[in-house]
């Protein structure tokens, strides 16, 4: 059987085209988002690829409709083939039931596969870039001392609650009570004077 899955980023946007495509090319099923293609959380295509079964395949009217990015893409495609599911892109003619488009999608694999590389590779230059500037990653300390400074301001104030207190600051309960902990210390206690020795005699009044 042959699924068909559509998506478009807006409402303004029309499914027609790619619904029309679809369906002319067979699919028995459509399954479509309106959901930006970044966005993690698409419920039809979520059940679309819960609906194939092993010697389906799922069909797009181009491969940008479903993946959020190369890597997502060909992880999604390998996923489908080890349950035994085909996957058809039409305008890009790929077919990965074909030997032709399992070996474009071994490409786009590889392509992948080196798009994380480069990634690694110019994350790891900069930062010992910066390490040899003296630099340090993190949240700036100032940052940090602000929220401590906020935190410890609204403490003083018995009408808020921790958890309020919390959600102002923007900082969690373990980190208020960490803010808040050196406020708590109780005060140093001022040194005792020594007691009068045995040997000093008490002076006698004068009458």
């Known amino acids: 059987m042959l699924v068909g899955y559509a998506r478009v980023s807006t409402t303004e946007q029309n499914l027609d085209l790619q619904t029309d495509a679809l369906q002319a090319a067979g699919c028995a099923r459509l399954f479509t988002d309106t959901a ?5 959380d698409r419920p039809g295509l979520t059940t679309a690829l819960a609906e194939c079964r092993s010697g389906d395949t799922l069909v797009v009217w181009k491969l ?32 990965t039931m074909t030997s032709g488009g399992r070996l474009i999608f071994h490409i786009f694999a590889s392509l992948a596969e080196f798009e994380r590389d480069l990634i690694r590779e110019r994350t790891n230059a900069g930062l010992s870039a910066a390490r040899a500037r ?24 018995p009408r808020h609650s921790v958890r309020e207190i919390c959600e102002i600051v923007g900082v969690s309960r373990n980190t208020y009570y960490k803010y808040t902990r050196a406020d708590d210390t109780p005060p140093p206690q001022r040194p005792r004077r020594p007691a009068p020795s045995g040997d000093c005699q008490p002076t006698a009044p004068r009458w």
């Open 36 to 40: 930006s293609g970044a966005k993690v």
């Open 64 to 95: 940008d409709r479903m993946g959020r990015s190369l890597p997502h893409l060909v992880e999604t495609v390998r996923d489908l083939g080890d349950r035994r599911v085909g996957f058809k892109s039409l305008q890009e003619n790929i077919d």
């Open 134 to 157: 003296g630099r340090k990653g993190g949240r700036p300390k100032g940052v940090d001392q602000k929220k401590q400074k906020a935190a410890l301001a609204l403490k003083q104030d």
